[in-house]
């Protein structure tokens, strides 16, 4: 494992310090999914940092965002993620809960794959193998965007498209092999005891609101917040609205 790769945002010395927030991108995407949060976020105090995903196991991937903040000397954040992010979250909390002051759980499910879910796994990485990312993209972003946002924001397609295409076939296949590799996290949901924020995508067909419901009742005190006319990625299909749930969660609970 070699230096991991992040994007971050701090907040300028006019506005108080807020902390840290860690932000897990979702499948087939880099980090640059995040780059509507990290000003938004890093405008009111916070120190917004977005890692790349780069090592083929999740407790791999675990283990590189605990050296990143060792690194940057950061001793607590809090730790959210979209979808395959939504997961590293919980093996973070997992393997290095003092580090965890507040969880953004965001359209992310607690479950590990079913054996037909490992098949549907399998049959990409052979499509990133054989076709590259661009037969993945054309694939899962169907899957990943919500119906309405498809139909009407031809602009989010196109961008969900671009940063799916700067990843290689190779980084996919590292990515397939992560979600693979992820442990059930259901145990660890009534031992959460920090702020939580869960987001789902009323139109999200992978982690669809039940999935939702079930964290937020299992999560003591946990929020949840459904948003309408979104799929899989509300960060980047409703940027503001996005912005302004997460940033009120934030202010009031972290």
């Given at each position: 494992?070699?230096?991991?790769?992040?994007?971050e945002a701090r907040s300028s010395g006019s506005v108080r310090a807020r902390g840290v927030v860690v932000l897990l991108h979702a499948f087939p995407l880099t980090a640059r999914m995040w780059?509507?949060?990290l000003g938004a976020l890093s405008e009111r105090g916070w120190h917004v940092i977005a890692p790349e995903m780069a090592s083929e196991t999740m407790d791999d991937c675990t283990g590189d965002v605990i050296d990143l903040l060792d690194g940057l000397h950061v001793h607590d954040a809090v730790i959210g993620g979209c979808s395959m992010g939504g997961y590293l979250a919980f093996n973070v909390l997992r393997h290095a809960g003092s580090y965890v002051r507040g969880l953004l759980l965001i359209d992310t499910r607690t479950q590990a794959d079913a054996p037909e879910a490992l098949e549907g796994?399998?049959?990409l990485i052979r499509l990133a193998e054989e076709q590259g990312p661009s037969a993945?993209?054309?694939d899962m972003i169907p899957k990943v965007l919500g119906d309405t946002t498809r139909r009407e924001r031809t602009d989010v397609v196109d961008l969900v498209r671009s940063i799916g295409m700067d990843n290689s076939s190779a980084a996919i296949v590292r990515?397939?092999?992560?979600l693979m590799s992820r442990p059930d996290a259901t145990p660890l949901?009534?031992?959460?005891?920090?702020?939580t924020l869960i987001v789902v995508g009323e139109?999200?067909?992978i982690t669809p609101v039940a999935m939702a419901r079930q964290m937020h009742h299992g999560i003591p005190g946990s929020q949840l917040v459904v948003m309408q006319r979104i799929g899989h990625l509300p960060?980047?299909?409703e940027p503001h609205a996005f912005n302004d749930v997460v940033a009120s969660f934030l202010d009031r609970r972290v």
């Open positions: 494992m070699g230096q991991l790769r992040y994007l780059q509507p949060q796994r399998k049959r993945v993209l054309d990515m397939v092999r992560v949901l009534p031992t959460i005891h920090v702020p139109e999200d067909t960060n980047l299909e």
